[in-house]
């Protein structure tokens, strides 16, 4: 089995931490996608529901404020006008905040159904 990379925990620990910022808003149904043994473009999914369209955004503020606390910003953002999908882009990590209808509709964790799957929660 091949050893982590230091780059792979890393970008771990930040999923990590994306996650539990999203809780601080009260994201529901919050999941980190371990993509690193498919054929993808990052690390990790972190994926988060909130309930309304000030909610949403409220999540992805709190993610983006406390990961630029931790010394890192987003490479790339989209939806924040519409608030029904933003994604924050870290390069290795990509926070997709969704409202609940957004995420019924997309179905991103059934998308990804063969990436390991941590369950995040207070």
Not at 51 to 66: F, L, N, R, W
Not at 76 to 92: C, F, N, P
């Amino acid at each position: 089995m091949k050893a982590k990379s230091k780059d792979q925990e890393t970008s771990q620990v930040l999923a990590r931490l994306a996650a539990r910022l999203t809780l601080t808003k009260r994201a529901e149904d919050v999941m980190i996608l371990d993509l690193r043994k498919l054929d993808q473009v990052c690390d990790f999914f972190v994926l988060a529901t909130g309930h309304s369209e000030v909610q949403v955004k409220a999540i992805a503020d709190a993610v983006e404020d406390g990961l630029r606390a931790d010394g890192q910003r987003p490479w790339h953002t989209e939806g924040y006008e519409a608030r029904r999908w933003i994604l924050l882009d870290y390069v290795d990590v990509v926070v997709h905040v969704f409202h609940a209808r957004a995420r019924e509709y997309y179905l991103l964790d059934k998308l990804w159904g063969d990436a390991g799957r941590e369950l995040v929660a207070d």
